[in-house]
Nanobody, 121 residues
Framework: QVQLVESGGGLVQAGGSLRLACAAS????????MGWYRQALGKQREFVAA???????NYADSVKGRFTISRDNAKNKVYLQMNSLKPEDTAVYYC???????????????WGQGTQVTVSS
């Protein structure tokens, strides 16, 4: 069993900052890529940022220059530092991780339950 739990969401004013965290636990052999997605009310889930086990990163154009993704491999955690927040960033943010549960197992994409981020104007 693998679990991903997000934390750090909340309510902030436009221009403010938040730092999200996601911790993976359970039967884990290795973790490749980890990332963040978000889903606004009435919208489809969209990609936000991702980071490989080696530290390579990728960002959606809408957050580039404002958000920073990082990870702590020893703790199986991934973070998302969000600065200069805009009302358009309001959404439920979900953690994702490509995890192998054994040496003879292929990687599988796991999801957290999500954490709410609300940015007021």
């Amino acid at each position: 069993q693998v679990q991903l739990v997000e934390s750090g969401g909340g309510l902030v004013q436009a221009g403010g900052s938040l730092r999200l965290a996601c911790a993976a636990s359970g039967i884990i052999f290795s973790i490749n890529a980890m990332g963040w997605y978000r889903q606004a009310l009435g919208k489809q889930r969209e990609f936000v940022a991702a980071i490989t086990s080696g530290g390579s990163t990728n960002y959606a154009d809408s957050v580039k220059g404002r958000f920073t993704i990082s990870r702590d491999n020893a703790k199986n955690k991934v973070y998302l530092q969000m600065n200069s927040l805009k009302p358009e960033d309001t959404a439920v943010y979900y953690c994702n991780a490509d995890i192998r549960t054994g040496w003879n197992r292929k990687g599988y994409g796991y999801w957290g339950q999500g954490t709410q981020v609300t940015v007021s104007s």
